[in-house]
């Protein structure tokens, strides 16, 4: 099972305007994505829950997504801290060629779909440890998101290694968000930001 250590955040127009310049010069550019994601729950074993401060989370969750070029049937299993934040996600994924089919067996299973979330996404590798991606979401906005790739150490130490890349780059500060975009979408009236001094 894959780990998954990455940060979301936003940053101001032209602090972003020099992160992709940053990237332009020391990154390679992989391409422009379109994504369509779709969000499942079993209604008899749910994997949304309400948290002690009123969130919906979904501490596991099924996806099907569907790119430009592939598709895939995902499931995650985040790991929270005592807040709710998220720390890690596991993540088991396969590749798919119908997806189609696959959400109608799906939901002929008893699966309903809660969501759908479509994005479009510009994504660079840095040092073939880094994927730096540009996520404009539909009905949500712009976020930029750095995944720390094939990393098995500590998490806390896989963030820091994020941060200190952001230093590097030239930030001094960033507007993190600790969720993703399935629980911001469920909790609209929610304030995910954090600001965070590098």
């Known amino acids: ?67 430009d070029k592939d598709s895939f049937l995902c499931f995650k299993n985040r790991k929270i801290d005592n807040v709710g934040k998220t720390v890690s996600v596991d993540e088991l994924e396969t590749k798919i ?39 404009n979401v539909d009905n949500l906005g712009n976020f930029i998101e750095i995944e720390l790739k094939n990393y098995s150490g500590f998490v806390d130490t896989g963030k820091q290694e994020i941060y200190n890349l952001l230093k590097k780059i030239g930030f001094k500060k960033i507007v993190e968000f600790d969720r993703g975009y399935l629980t911001i979408f469920l909790n609209p009236k929610i304030d995910f930001e954090k600001l965070i001094n590098l």
């Open 97 to 135: 060629n119908e997806p189609e089919k696959i959400l109608e067996i799906l939901k002929y299973s008893g699966f309903t779909e809660i969501l759908e979330i479509k994005k479009t996404r510009e994504v660079y590798l840095y040092n073939n440890l880094f994927e730096v991606v540009f996520d």
């Open 1 to 67: 099972m894959q780990k998954e250590i990455e940060i979301k955040f936003k940053l101001e127009k032209s602090d972003n305007n020099n992160l992709k310049n940053w990237l332009a010069q020391n990154s390679k550019f992989m391409g422009i994505i379109n994504i369509t994601d779709y969000y499942l729950d079993n209604p008899k074993f749910s994997f949304y829950i309400k948290s002690q401060d009123q969130i919906i989370e979904a501490p596991n969750f099924l996806r099907v997504r569907v790119t």
